[in-house]
């Protein structure tokens, strides 16, 4: 499938090139470690050379003014290394859901921070997950916990969702609280932000936002697991060619092959269906693309551990830290079962 044209694989180019110089594997958990949960020299070089954050601001924000195509783009190179970063947290999530909102007032005083590299958290699961909402509105005032937050303990500015619509919330506001949590994946700091009565500001937004966030983000993630897969896919081929066992290497052998190939077929459908998902923008697509390449990375991830064999699941090698990246990005914005029912229902079964 054509996606990139000559812009796109321009930006491919650049964001590749820099991530190779600044988020080898070495680079990555050294940033896991630090106080923000991703390396922000790095972020401000992606920001400042090339403008990640501001892909798909309107240039009357003081963004690039493009779509969310570059921006998946730049997803998929982030997925391929898995560099900790506030790209969707931030530059896709929070971003958006201000765009959509069509809170001109809003939009003026927040997104060009935001396109600057400033850091913003979209407040939205509950425990339960993304079906519902964390948070409940009385008036102006906000109470409740928003789980699963990307960047929420870090954030400059918090937007959260509820059922009531959009909110504006400073962090330093008496009776917020935020604290990061324990996530299975520690490329992806997860938080939790607490509203104890919190003074809020309403933002303009339409009954559907919640959808059309949802669509935004199933796509970005998608692109995101298309990157870690292929990128799963060619560290396990490299691994095959070089080790030997019986004389010979570990690729030459047919039972591997197949299983190698098969790997394959999955990273490239995967692909085709996250593309799609990002030419259309529609709900269905967005939706068919989370459950594949879920399902997808999932699966890739958990042959290159057994392609690997016991080097894979040791601390050092990044097959363990790929594994885990699949199977909590599957649990992102709900798990591929949840959406099942809704494709039978589209599919007519």
């Not at 930006?11 to 680079?27: C, Q």
């Not at 324990?182 to 959808?211: C, I, K, N, Q, Y």
């Not at 699966?299 to 199977?327: C, N, P, S």
Request: with cysteine; hydrophobic share 45%.
């Amino acid at each position: 499938m054509s996606f990139d044209n000559v812009e796109r694989a321009a930006l491919r180019s650049s964001v590749r090139d820099l991530l190779g110089k600044h988020s080898d594997s070495a680079a990555v958990r050294r940033a896991i470690t630090t106080d923000h949960g991703y390396d922000d020299a790095l972020w401000s070089k992606l920001c400042e050379q090339i403008g990640v954050a501001a892909l798909a601001v309107p240039e009357k924000y003081d963004g690039v003014g493009a779509s969310l195509l570059e921006v998946h783009v730049v997803q998929e190179e982030l997925g391929r290394t898995m560099t900790p970063s506030p790209m969707l947290g931030s530059a896709v999530l929070a971003a958006q859901a201000l765009v959509l909102s069509g809170d001109d007032d809003a939009c003026a005083r927040l997104l060009p921070g935001i396109a600057a590299g400033s850091v913003a958290a979209l407040c939205w699961a509950g425990a339960d997950g993304w079906s519902g909402f964390g948070v409940t509105a009385s008036g102006e005032a906000l109470s409740g916990t928003a789980s699963y937050v990307l960047g929420g303990d870090v954030a400059d500015v918090l937007l959260v969702l509820t059922s009531e619509g959009l909110f504006e919330v400073d962090p330093a506001t008496d009776g917020v609280t935020r604290r990061r949590v324990p996530a299975m994946d520690p490329t992806r700091p997860l938080s939790e932000v607490t509203f104890d009565g919190a003074a809020a500001r309403r933002l303009v937004s339409p009954t559907d936002l919640v959808d059309q966030v949802r669509t935004v983000a199933l796509v970005a993630l998608s692109a995101e697991q298309v990157g870690a897969a292929s990128a799963a896919l060619e560290q396990t081929v490299e691994y095959a060619k070089s080790r030997k066992q019986f004389g010979r290497a570990i690729g030459s052998f047919q039972a591997l092959k197949h299983r190698m190939a098969d790997m394959y077929a999955l990273v490239e459908t995967a692909r085709s269906m996250s593309y799609a998902a990002a030419l259309s923008g529609t709900h269905e697509d967005a939706v068919i693309a989370k459950v594949y390449c879920s399902e997808a990375l999932q699966h890739v991830a958990a042959e290159a551990v057994q392609l690997h064999g016991g080097i894979a699941i040791t601390w050092e090698h990044d097959a363990q830290l790929y594994f885990k990246r699949a199977h909590g990005s599957a649990q992102l914005f709900g798990q591929p079962r949840e959406y099942l029912p809704e494709l039978a229902s589209a599919a007519g079964l």
